[in-house]
């Protein structure tokens, strides 16, 4: 007999799980199918490159806006600092995103000089063999390339300096904790020791 008002047992211990579980046993043969696949890609798109130039950007939010990270495509601003036409850039593997906003300007010169270090090095082979473009290189200059593996100039982490110094006298004998108490009780009796100072002045003067 159920006592109180509890609620009714029903535990469903007989449920068919293994007809409910999802596995997945082809994951190391489709680890082998995308590598043969970015082969086939590397073959097929030579000498171009397999990754296209992504921007460096931060990541949202206060707690990981320290961090540096590739981002979609760069900015119309960006481009057009680099005098590169949003059109032509997806032609020549640079990403290409018209949603991003740049909120600083060190962001902004920081992707303008990666657009330009990344034009600087580009060779754009000819579509037309007997009549190149002006900015288009030469087929011996093709024949001579080699194609870029992996991330397109990937992030830098930068690694902080450290300064050390010799422990002096001075150092040992400071005591941080006493200053800041002495500190904090100035701070808090700033104004009554002003007023106090005013007061005598005034009845020295009388």
């Given at each position: ?28 043969a489709r680890k082998a199918r995308r590598k043969r696949a970015r082969v086939l890609k ?77 034009k600087s090095n580009l060779m754009i082979i000819p579509r037309n063999k007997k009549h ?35 422990v002096t006298e001075e150092m040992k004998n400071f005591r941080a904790y006493t200053k ?27």
């Open positions: 007999m159920v006592s109180h008002n509890n609620v009714v047992p029903n535990a469903h211990f007989k449920k068919h799980w293994m007809r409910r579980v999802k596995t997945w046993f082809n994951q190391p590397a073959k097929r798109t030579f000498p171009r490159p397999l990754k296209s130039l992504r921007p460096v950007v931060r990541c949202p939010t206060a707690k990981y806006n320290k961090r540096q990270r590739l981002g979609r495509g760069f900015t119309l601003e960006e481009l057009k600092e680099a005098k590169i036409p949003p059109k032509f850039a997806a032609t020549i593997g640079i990403s290409v995103d018209h949603r991003r906003r740049n909120r600083s300007l060190e962001s902004l010169q920081m992707n303008v000089a990666r657009l330009k270090a990344y190149p473009k002006p900015f288009e290189c030469s087929m011996d200059e093709v024949k001579t390339a080699t194609q870029a593996l992996g991330k397109i100039m990937p992030v830098e982490k930068e690694k902080p300096a450290v300064e050390y110094a010799a800041l108490r002495i500190a904090r009780t100035n701070q808090k009796l700033a104004y009554k020791r002003a007023k106090k100072a005013e007061e005598e002045a005034e009845k020295a003067k009388k």
